[in-house]
């Protein structure tokens, strides 16, 4: 059973930086697509962050686009989701997802809470 587990969230200032990381095991986190999703008191859960498997290819939301930067480590099975000049908007619990295809399970993680406040 694939597992991954989010880490790096808390309390930050606006304008200020955090780093997530999401660590994976369990499958071949080589051959997986990564996504970061949002979910904020009374919103849906939003994508923010994509990246391909082999980290040829990324893509954001329009809201952290220029922002936020996801990125992989494929030797350590990581993703990392690094943001930059945050807003209190940001404030969400941040999911780690794995997706290979249509027809086969995704994995996610627990989730790690980011709040941003003065």
């Known amino acids: 059973q694939g597992q991954l587990v989010e880490s790096g969230g808390g309390l930050v200032q606006p304008g200020g930086s955090l780093r997530l990381s999401c660590q994976a095991s369990?499958?071949?986190?080589?051959?997986?697509?990564m996504r970061w999703y949002r979910e904020a008191p009374g919103k849906e859960r939003v994508l923010v962050a994509y990246i391909s498997s082999t980290a040829d290819s990324t893509n954001y939301g329009d809201s952290v686009k220029g922002r936020f930067t996801i990125s992989r480590d494929n030797a350590k099975n990581t993703v990392y989701l690094q943001m930059n000049s945050l807003k209190p908007e940001d404030t969400a619990v941040y999911y780690c997802?794995?997706?290979?295809?249509?027809?086969?399970?995704?994995?996610w993680g627990q989730g790690t809470q980011v709040t941003v406040s003065s």
């Open positions: 997802n794995a997706y290979r295809g249509y027809d086969v399970p995704d994995y």
């Open positions: 369990g499958f071949l986190f080589r051959t997986y697509a």
